[in-house]
């Protein structure tokens, strides 16, 4: 089926409460949004837009660098942080120079943040651990845990959850190593709109996450109060995590998306390109 074809216009959103800010509103009808909402984890957004099943989509920043030509950004939307970002987290069992040839388990449910620790790993940290891809989902801990492994890539809800439980010594935020190796935000995923979707409506969508992030950025303390209920996670760890995260995309986070797709073109894991916005309303 052609994406502009007689089905409804598709937004792809994740279910983690990082995207709460900017959806919320949308979900309590507080603004209305002209599209069906398709819920999954990033890596299946990643697959759906990829396939011509969504029209406009939270996508991984990888995921955009993959295909490029395919879509087109929406402006001042993104879910980067400048620092910690406390739920994209590297747990250890044993320090970081100590990982050399070490078991380092990840899951597919960020393309973003498995790229990111490789980088950080060969180029930061100079250490080259065998990455181990699992099947299990980020979320399920105890299938984690039982896996044999000296370190684990968790991120999301239960990154947060993990870090609460304190099971590992070692706890590596990604987002500030790389603040620290670059000086510069980390941008994790973005919204794009493909660029064969009608541009009217793809604008309208924007104009309506827009409108629902204004709202969620007023209403923070409520949305850490609902993610805690949801999650277990402790409303104060809830609002501190809403903190550290951005919304928009200026022009420091663009330096620092920019950055990220140059190094990964390097090492020859996403092709050079540059970012194409779909103009604003």
Known sequence: MRPDGPRRFRLGRIPWINESPVTRAID????????????GTASEL??????????VSLVSAVEYARNAGAYHLLPDLAISC?????????????????LEGATVLRTASSRTSILLLELLCLHRWNVRPHFATVRAEAADLAALGQLPHDAV????DAALALAA????????DLGAEWKAWTGLPFVFAVWAARR???????????RALIASRT??????????SVAAERTGIPVGACRAYFDGLDYGLSYR????LTDFFRRLAEDGLVPDGSLSFIAAA
Do not use: C, Q
């Open 82 to 98: 400048d620092g910690p970002v406390r739920s994209v987290k590297l747990f250890s069992r044993r320090p970081l120079a100590e």
């Open 253 to 256: 986070h663009l330096a620092g």
């Open 196 to 206: 064969a979707a009608d541009p009217a409506r793809v604008r309208a969508v924007h």
């Open 215 to 224: 709202w969620g950025l007023a209403h923070l303390d409520t949305l850490a």
């Open 46 to 55: 990643n697959d759906l837009m990829a396939a011509g099943e969504l029209d």
């Open 153 to 156: 890539l968790v991120i999301g």
């Open 165 to 172: 439980g304190a099971r590992y010594p070692v706890e590596v």
């Open 28 to 39: 309590l009808g507080i603004v209305p949004v002209d599209a069906e909402l398709v819920t």
